[in-house]
């Protein structure tokens, strides 16, 4: 197995308001920063390094666990807009101004948020593998979601059904990815805690219900976007992922046929060349 940037890249803190917080970065430090929001319960030892591979060939990369999180100090946000405020208090103190966003599954709800509340921070945003709470008709998850997605330790067969279709490609692919992301996560045994987790759940709740949804406000979404999704995703489905692209005309949506979730580390080269074309 070829090894990637990410494997070694270094943890770094820097000092916020909600507490020290964890980030890594890979890439060419004078380009444009293109910082990525992670999942419900994903760390910095989430992410596949082969998409961040494909990305930081054209652009600064940067990772972050959100206060609370993984690496991170401080106290964990219960709702998506207070994800959202400590996104942006990590953007202040590393002075970006503008990046682009990359946000996935619950990074979505959070990258949505932000570039809503606060598009001159935005350059261009990409929400993967989400929604923006509140969506009618939508199908919601698969009812097996809950007894996969909170159990206090994930093995491969949970992220499997979470993640990857129930085809033979689809968990050749799901095997691959997860044996990338055990390069770090094999020693450091990040995961979230039993109150991150309720946190997060949450937050999760209160978006996906339309208490606190993006799905009123898309008509003010200002920044450039891209929608992706893989057509088998079976937490956040796909159909939101229609709804949002018919709710933002100037838009781009891409969906994989033979993906789910975490389509984005299944094809993590034509993804990565998709979001480098459309944030260039």
Do not use: C
């Amino acid at each position: 197995m070829p090894s990637y940037l990410f494997d070694s890249a270094e943890t770094r803190h820097v000092d916020t308001a909600h507490g020290a917080l964890a980030y890594r970065e890979i890439g060419p430090a004078t380009a444009a920063p293109l910082l990525l929001l992670n999942r419900f319960r994903g760390t910095l030892d989430h992410w596949d390094p082969a998409l961040l591979e494909v990305l930081a060939a054209h652009r600064r990369v940067i990772v972050f666990d959100s206060a609370g999180v993984g690496y991170s100090g401080g106290k964990p946000a219960d709702t998506v807009r207070g994800m959202a405020d400590v996104a942006v208090a990590f953007l202040d103190a590393l002075g970006l101004q503008q990046p682009d966003l990359l946000g996935w599954s619950m990074g979505g709800f959070v990258a949505l948020d932000l570039a809503l509340e606060h598009p001159e921070r935005v350059r261009r945003l990409v929400v993967a593998g989400s929604g923006p709470g509140g969506v009618p008709d939508n199908p919601g998850p698969n009812p097996r979601v809950p007894e996969h997605a909170m159990r206090e330790k994930n093995d491969d067969e949970d992220f499997l059904f979470l993640f990857y279709p129930e085809t033979e490609i689809g968990r050749s692919a799901g095997l691959a990815s997860l044996r990338r992301i055990d390069r770090r996560l094999a020693d450091s045994g990040q995961d979230a805690p039993a109150p991150v987790r309720e946190a997060q759940m949450n937050a999760v709740i209160q978006w996906n219900s339309g208490i606190d949804s993006a799905w009123s406000r898309l008509d003010d979404l200002a920044v450039p976007t891209l929608f992706a999704n893989g057509a088998h995703d079976v937490m956040e489905h796909a159909y939101q992922t229609y709804a949002m692209a018919r709710a933002v005309p100037g838009s781009k949506t891409v969906i994989y046929g033979d993906a789910g979730h975490a389509f984005l580390f299944q094809h993590p080269e034509d993804f990565g060349g998709e979001v480098l074309r459309f944030i260039e």
